[in-house]
């Protein structure tokens, strides 16, 4: 099994900036992507943002321009540098894998317990 490790989140104003970062650990073969997933109150879960090991990056119509995704092959973490933060950002953001477990495996999604992001005033 996979452990991911989140931190970085917390509350902010308007216009500020956070930083999120993910670290895996565990049984991984090969993490395919990286990236993170938000949840707010009443919503479903949706994508953020989202790092393929080539560093193909895929992000969110709502967050383009203001949030950027890097990532660390070697060391499996991931991070997400969110500038310009408004209210709407307001979420449960989850760090996301989409790893194999072993080499004989297929990819599988796997998501972290969740850190709260608030943009609040």
């Known amino acids: 099994q996979v452990q991911l490790v989140e931190s970085g989140g917390g509350l902010v104003q308007p216009g500020e900036s956070l930083r999120l970062s993910c670290a895996a650990s565990?049984?991984?073969?090969?993490?395919?992507?990286m990236g993170w997933y938000r949840q707010a109150p009443g919503k479903q879960r949706d994508m953020a943002a989202i790092?393929?090991?080539?560093?193909?990056?895929h992000y969110a119509e709502s967050v383009k321009g203001r949030f950027t995704i890097s990532r660390d092959n070697a060391e499996n973490t991931a991070s997400l540098q969110m500038n310009s933060l408004k209210p709407e950002d307001t979420a449960v953001y989850y760090c996301?894998?989409?790893?194999?477990?072993?080499?004989?495996?297929?990819?599988?999604?796997?998501w972290g317990q969740g850190t709260q992001v608030t943009v609040s005033s």
């Open positions: 996301y894998v989409y790893y194999m477990r072993h080499y004989y495996t297929g990819p599988a999604p796997y």
């Open positions: 565990g049984m991984i073969y090969r993490i395919d992507a």
């Open positions: 790092i393929t090991s080539d560093g193909t990056t």
